[in-house]
């Protein structure tokens, strides 16, 4: 069992930066691949960045360029550095862990959820 808490969000003018932080306890940290989804309202949870223990990292498209994830092993936390944040980065976001093996972009490939941090961007 895996439980991750998130913090870090708010409220940020648009160009504005945040960092979201996702703290995991219980099993190996090292030994799950952790990734980042955002919910709009009204809108499917969709992916957002993933990041292997080894250090490789996968972003979508709508983010790469301004969004940078990272991972302390040793801390058991995973990053979401959010740069130039724009309107429809508004959502909750979402700390997720699974197996290395897993697919990254999709919820079904993750075992854990936190429980999610408002961030909101105004105009």
């Known amino acids: 069992q895996v439980q991750l808490v998130e913090s870090g969000g708010g409220l940020v003018q648009a160009g504005g930066s945040l960092r979201l932080s996702c703290a995991a306890s219980g099993r190996t940290f090292s030994g799950y691949v952790m990734g980042w989804f955002r919910q709009a309202p009204g809108k499917e949870r969709d992916f957002v960045a993933t990041a292997w223990s080894g250090g490789a990292t996968l972003y979508a498209d709508s983010v790469k360029g301004r969004f940078t994830i990272s991972r302390d092993n040793a801390k058991n936390t995973v990053y979401l550095q959010m740069n130039s944040l724009k309107p429809e980065d508004t959502a909750i976001y979402y700390c997720?862990?699974?197996?290395?093996?897993?697919?990254?972009?999709?919820?079904?490939?993750?075992?854990?959820w936190g429980q999610g941090t408002q961030v909101t961007v105004s105009s």
């Open positions: 997720a862990a699974g197996p290395l093996t897993t697919i990254v972009t999709t919820t079904r490939g993750y075992n854990y």
